[in-house]
């Protein structure tokens, strides 16, 4: 029919051509929020609104603007310190002043990338995968450098978030690839190409790459990128710390189901213990001075195990499990509780679709003979499992800037095959289409009468081989339960596609191989009512002393806001408010 027409159409064009769609989404700011700003954030944003000046004197002069000193800068500071509202401050004011092409944003996930109204770091950049990550540089193809250096045109302002998972190889790619693509490529021997401003948001205190080294600690590197991204990395000679949490403030909770506190106590004292495990170790930093997690902190927390819950609230959680997501360190146990949800809908008979990948290729079909996650290919599982009513997850970036991400969840509204196919017992049919509605879809309506609604069809991950080895998948995993890599960004509460949490915050060994997995975590809710714990919850958990990778993180803290004090010593006046006023009605006035 016309329906199953349109999405296999619809279903097509993402497959072949997702880049020409996703363009950054418009990014504003208020002047409430620009006048709001703290003392931190404003100098940031002031720093790089001088710097647009500049850029503007110029008048366009490529001999001049070559003669400029380039504003390269490091914004750290933890979750709720308001980067994002740095973030549209920039863009909206440079937009404005240089015009459109002027600010990109960029993040190494599709759902870090979404919020920041940006793209991923790899739709931009043509970065190889795998093992070809790290060879030494080599330039794009013909097309593809095109495309590249067309999407540069204009830019004088790169804006970077998620700072902690992108590794030392990605950034020397990203600075090479800068090189060939700014000014056409007429500046490759300058550091990154040329552009004038580099930020790069993030709290190191989070997940780390999922592969590869932290920007900070990549010493040991071998690669040619890695090398250059380490370099790179040190040489940033300028860093804005926003350490005022201006989120989460413990303003009146009205939906807080915790009857027995006053409105807003229960999420100020977890906004508190958020800090004391970010900055404990150091006992804060800067102006903000936070003691350790306490004993008394972890019976707090203990007291939203489940098993520990008022018989009310557990009779929410379990009335809510269609809204509820559980988030766990590993791959394992996201596939039990997954499994579970998938062997509860055939029980109650609903028809099941069993996917499995078409393979070709050495690389391909040696991935799917290894268990679990380690039998992904590009993203693309193995084995996956669709039907009526089914949360789901988006395995690859279709159209980032309408929704469509690597990491967007989403519901199964109805599953096609054509042309007289059926599902198979092993699953090697593939289904043509698959109806899903994302609430976060912003794109245009497809489905007419229901604008949420999405196509999603075959899509085939080409890996960069000399096998030329390719994976044929519906990109779409079960997301009942997903792990705290996957998490980082997603924000769960009411009025949100998932209303409630259940995290596993593993044992003390996590922290060693996932630093900052705990905060992460702990930190997806918006209120404490939407929050339950699974395991046990002991201060091992907590203690930055039993890890590594925590002691080098406190010491990278201490280097960047004492990196933040030579910052502001030598611009003088970038944190007045009254000159930050005038500075923005000049900008707007223009």
Same mark, same amino acid.
């Given at each position: 029919?016309?329906?199953?027409?349109?999405?296999?159409?619809?279903?097509?064009?993402?497959?072949?051509?997702?880049?020409?769609?996703?363009?950054?989404?418009?990014?504003?700011?208020?002047?409430?929020?620009?006048?709001?700003?703290?003392?931190?954030?404003?100098?940031?944003?002031?720093?790089?609104?001088?710097?647009?000046?500049?850029?503007?004197?110029?008048?366009?002069?490529?001999?001049?603007?070559?003669?400029?000193?380039?504003?390269?800068?490091?914004?750290?500071?933890?979750?709720?310190?308001?980067?994002?509202?740095?973030?549209?401050?920039?863009?909206?004011?440079?937009?404005?002043?240089?015009?459109?092409?002027?600010?990109?944003?960029?993040?190494?996930?599709?759902?870090?990338?979404?919020?920041?109204?940006?793209?991923?770091?790899?739709?931009?950049?043509?970065?190889?995968?795998?093992?070809?990550?790290?060879?030494?540089?080599?330039?794009?193809?013909?097309?593809?450098?095109?495309?590249?250096?067309?999407?540069?045109?204009?830019?004088?302002?790169?804006?970077?978030?998620?700072?902690?998972? +992108?590794?030392? $190889? #990605?950034?020397?790619?990203? !600075?090479? *690839?800068?090189?060939?693509?700014? @000014?056409?490529?007429?500046? =490759?021997?300058?550091?990154?190409?040329?552009?004038?401003?580099?930020?790069?948001?993030?709290?190191?205190?989070?997940?780390?790459?999922?592969?590869?080294?932290?920007?900070?600690?990549?010493?040991?590197?071998?690669?040619?990128?890695?090398?250059?991204?380490?370099?790179?990395?040190?040489?940033?000679?300028?860093?804005?710390?926003?350490?005022?949490?201006?989120?989460?403030?413990?303003?009146?909770?009205?939906?807080?189901?915790?009857?027995?506190?006053?409105?807003?106590?229960?999420?100020?004292?977890?906004?508190?213990?958020?800090?004391?495990?970010?900055?404990?170790?150091?006992?804060?930093?800067?102006?903000?001075? +936070?003691?350790? $997690? #306490?004993?008394?902190?972890? !019976?707090? *927390?203990?007291?939203?195990?489940? @098993?520990?819950?008022?018989? =009310?609230?557990?009779?929410?959680?379990?009335?809510?499990?269609?809204?509820?997501?559980?988030?766990?360190?590993?791959?394992?146990?996201?596939?039990?509780?997954?499994?579970?949800?998938?062997?509860?809908?055939?029980?109650?008979?609903?028809?099941?679709?069993?996917?499995?990948?078409?393979?070709?290729?050495?690389?391909?079909?040696?991935?799917?003979?290894?268990?679990?996650?380690?039998?992904?290919?590009?993203?693309?599982?193995?084995?996956?499992?669709?039907?009526?009513?089914?949360?789901?997850?988006?395995?690859?970036?279709?159209?980032?800037?309408?929704?469509?991400?690597?990491?967007?969840?989403?519901?199964?509204?109805?599953?096609?095959?054509?042309?007289?196919?059926?599902?198979?017992?092993?699953?090697?049919?593939?289904?043509?289409?698959?109806?899903?509605?994302?609430?976060?879809?912003?794109?245009?309506?497809?489905?007419?009468?229901?604008?949420?609604?999405?196509?999603?069809?075959?899509?085939?991950?080409?890996?960069?081989?000399?096998?030329?080895?390719?994976?044929?998948?519906?990109?779409?995993?079960?997301?009942?339960?997903?792990?705290?890599?996957?998490?980082?960004?997603?924000?769960?509460?009411?009025?949100?596609?998932?209303?409630?949490?259940?995290?596993?915050?593993?044992?003390?060994?996590?922290?060693?191989?996932?630093?900052?997995?705990?905060?992460?975590?702990?930190?997806?809710?918006?209120?404490?009512?939407?929050?339950?714990?699974?395991?046990?919850?002991?201060?091992?958990?907590?203690?930055?002393?039993?890890?590594?990778?925590?002691?080098?993180?406190?010491?990278?803290?201490?280097?960047?806001?004492?990196?933040?004090?030579?910052?502001?010593?030598?611009?003088?006046?970038?944190?007045?408010?009254?000159?930050?006023?005038?500075?923005?009605?000049?900008?707007?006035?223009?």
């Amino acid at each position: 029919n016309c329906r199953v027409s349109c999405g296999l159409c619809t279903a097509k064009a993402f497959a072949k051509h997702p880049d020409i769609l996703d363009t950054a989404s418009k990014v504003v700011v208020t002047d409430e929020e620009l006048l709001a700003l703290t003392d931190h954030q404003r100098a940031v944003v002031m720093l790089v609104l001088l710097k647009f000046f500049e850029i503007m004197e110029c008048n366009g002069d490529e001999e001049v603007l070559a003669k400029l000193a380039p504003l390269h800068m490091i914004v750290a500071g933890t979750a709720g310190t308001g980067k994002t509202l740095v973030i549209r401050a920039i863009n909206s004011l440079g937009k404005g002043l240089c015009g459109s092409q002027a600010v990109m944003n960029v993040a190494p996930s599709g759902t870090a990338s979404f919020g920041m109204g940006g793209r991923t770091i790899h739709s931009v950049f043509p970065i190889p995968f795998g093992k070809a990550l790290h060879d030494k540089f080599r330039r794009p193809g013909a097309n593809r450098l095109k495309q590249l250096q067309d999407e540069l045109t204009g830019l004088h302002c790169l804006c970077v978030d998620e700072r902690s998972m +992108v590794s030392t $190889v #990605t950034f020397g790619w990203m !600075e090479y *690839l800068l090189r060939q693509g700014m @000014h056409q490529g007429g500046r =490759e021997h300058v550091p990154y190409g040329g552009l004038l401003i580099l930020l790069l948001f993030g709290d190191d205190g989070q997940l780390p790459p999922v592969l590869g080294t932290r920007l900070f600690a990549g010493a040991a590197e071998t690669s040619e990128a890695g090398q250059s991204g380490t370099l790179l990395y040190k040489l940033i000679d300028k860093c804005g710390c926003t350490t005022q949490v201006v989120l989460q403030r413990g303003e009146p909770c009205y939906t807080c189901s915790l009857r027995w506190h006053e409105p807003g106590e229960e999420c100020t004292r977890l906004r508190d213990l958020l800090l004391s495990m970010r900055y404990g170790m150091t006992r804060g930093i800067g102006d903000l001075v +936070v003691e350790p $997690v #306490t004993e008394e902190d972890v !019976e707090w *927390l203990s007291e939203r195990q489940v @098993h520990r819950l008022q018989p =009310e609230q557990r009779h929410e959680l379990e009335a809510g499990s269609g809204s509820t997501l559980w988030i766990t360190p590993k791959n394992a146990e996201v596939w039990q509780k997954n499994r579970a949800k998938v062997v509860a809908a055939s029980r109650r008979r609903v028809p099941v679709v069993k996917c499995r990948a078409k393979d070709t290729g050495v690389c391909a079909k040696r991935a799917s003979r290894l268990k679990g996650s380690d039998s992904d290919f590009g993203q693309m599982p193995r084995t996956t499992y669709v039907f009526k009513g089914a949360r789901v997850m988006l395995s690859c970036n279709l159209v980032t800037s309408w929704g469509l991400f690597n990491g967007a969840v989403g519901v199964v509204q109805e599953v096609y095959f054509v042309a007289g196919r059926q599902p198979s017992y092993d699953g090697r049919e593939l289904p043509d289409v698959v109806f899903v509605e994302f609430p976060q879809y912003t794109g245009p309506a497809i489905i007419q009468g229901q604008p949420l609604l999405v196509p999603i069809g075959k899509w085939t991950w080409r890996e960069h081989c000399k096998h030329h080895c390719e994976r044929e998948q519906i990109p779409l995993k079960c997301c009942w339960a997903v792990t705290c890599h996957k998490s980082q960004g997603m924000t769960i509460g009411p009025g949100k596609m998932c209303t409630h949490c259940v995290v596993d915050l593993g044992d003390e060994s996590t922290e060693r191989w996932a630093p900052g997995a705990a905060f992460v975590q702990l930190s997806r809710a918006t209120e404490v009512a939407s929050l339950a714990i699974e395991g046990s919850v002991t201060l091992g958990r907590f203690q930055w002393g039993t890890s590594k990778a925590k002691q080098a993180i406190a010491v990278e803290d201490l280097r960047l806001y004492k990196l933040h004090e030579r910052t502001l010593q030598a611009s003088p006046g970038v944190t007045d408010k009254w000159e930050f006023e005038m500075v923005v009605h000049e900008a707007v006035q223009m």
